[in-house]
Nanobody, 124 residues
Framework: EVQLQACGGGLVQPGGSLRLSCVASGFTFDEYAIGWFRQAPGKEREGVSCITVSDGTTDYADSVKGRFTISSDNAKNTVYLQMNALKPEDTAVYYC?????????????????WGQGTLVTVSS
């Protein structure tokens, strides 16, 4: 059974940092691409970042470039999203998702499997 578990969310002040983790199981990790998405209250879900696990190719939404970094630890079947210089507008539920073929995409419809989401709140 394919499972994706996202964790690491919480409350952080503007300018602070958080690291989200997405732990995958039930599939061959390096044969997939993993994406991070977020959904703020009253807004549509949007792509944040994605990575092709096998070769490390990454992509980012313009709104997070230079602040967020996606990476993978293949030995742990885990993808991380390091979020720095957080802003109130980054507040959202963050989801990780997996897709095959293993080509990183920022399009929601391209993903086959989804995790349950972790809440990030940026507020003073």
């Amino acid at each position: 059974e394919v499972q994706l578990q996202a964790c690491g969310g919480g409350l952080v002040q503007p300018g602070g940092s958080l690291r989200l983790s997405c732990v995958a199981s039930g599939f061959t990790f390096d044969e997939y691409a993993i994406g991070w998405f977020r959904q703020a209250p009253g807004k549509e879900r949007e792509g944040v970042s994605c990575i092709t696990v096998s070769d490390g190719t990454t992509d980012y939404a313009d709104s997070v470039k230079g602040r967020f970094t996606i990476s993978s630890d293949n030995a742990k079947n885990t993808v991380y999203l390091q979020m720095n210089a957080l802003k109130p507008e980054d507040t959202a539920v963050y989801y990780c998702a997996a897709r095959w073929p293993p080509v990183a995409r920022m399009t929601i419809d391209a993903y086959d499997y989804w995790g349950q989401g972790t809440l990030v709140t940026v507020s003073s």
